[in-house]
C-alpha cells in the first residue's frame, strides 16, 4: 500500500482553489498562477472539505506507484501556487557576475563572451550582489530545470571551487598537484 498516496493533500480554501476536470486532470489556482495535473485512468481524486484524496482501482504495483506520484505533484502544485518554489545559486570566481535585464539573465562567467539566458514565462530571476542569483516560480519542475541549465553554463570545479553551484551545495575539493623531489 502506498503511504505517500495514502495521505490526503490539504489546501487553504481562501488563497488556493482545486478543480477536477472531466479528463481526469486536477487543476489547482491561487493568486495569479494556475497548475494542472494530468492523471492515469486508474488513479480518481476526490475533493471534499479543503482536501484533495486520491484512491486507486486495483493494487498492483504500477497504480500504488502512480497514486504516490500523483499525490506529490499535486502537493507541489498547492505549494507553489500558494508559496512558490526558489532556488538559489553562487557564482564562485574572480570576475564571475550576474544581471538581469528585461527578460535576459547576464552572466560574465569566464569565457571570452558573456552568457545570455532567456528567462522562460513563469519563472522570476533576481540577483543580489552579483554573486548571487535567486530562481523563483510556481512550477517546481520548472524552478530546478531553470536552475541546472544555469548551472550548467560553468558547473563548479573540484581544484578551485570556480564555477556556478547550488546554495546549499558542497564542492569537494581535491588537492592540486603535488611537487616533484
Known amino acids: 500500500m502506498s503511504r505517500v498516496g495514502k495521505a490526503p493533500v490539504y489546501f487553504d480554501k481562501k488563497d488556493v482553489q482545486v478543480s477536477l476536470t472531466g479528463d481526469n486532470t486536477v ?49 507541489n502544485a ?13 557564482l564562485n570566481g574572480v570576475g564571475y557576475r550576474a544581471a538581469v535585464t528585461g527578460k535576459k539573465l547576464e552572466m560574465s562567467l569566464g569565457y571570452s563572451h558573456p552568457i545570455v539566458f532567456e528567462i522562460p514565462e513563469g519563472i522570476e530571476i ?6 548571487k542569483v535567486s530562481i523563483t516560480g510556481a512550477n517546481k519542475e520548472l524552478v530546478g530545470q531553470v536552475a541546472a541549465k544555469v548551472r550548467g553554463f560553468r558547473p563548479p570545479e573540484p581544484y578551485l571551487g570556480k564555477g556556478v553551484k547550488y546554495a546549499d551545495e558542497v564542492i569537494r575539493r581535491k588537492a592540486g598537484k603535488s611537487a616533484g623531489k
Open 27 to 75: 487543476v489547482v489556482k491561487g493568486g495569479k498562477n494556475t497548475l494542472s495535473v494530468k492523471m492515469k485512468p486508474q488513479i480518481k481524486a476526490k475533493i471534499e472539505e479543503g482536501q484533495v484524496v486520491l484512491t486507486r482501482d486495483n493494487d498492483e504495483p504500477q497504480s500504488r506507484a502512480f497514486q504516490g506520484l500523483y499525490r506529490s505533484l499535486i502537493q
Open 78 to 90: 498547492v505549494t507553489g501556487v500558494s508559496k512558490g518554489w526558489t532556488r538559489d545559486l553562487e
Open 126 to 131: 533576481k540577483v543580489e550582489k552579483q554573486t
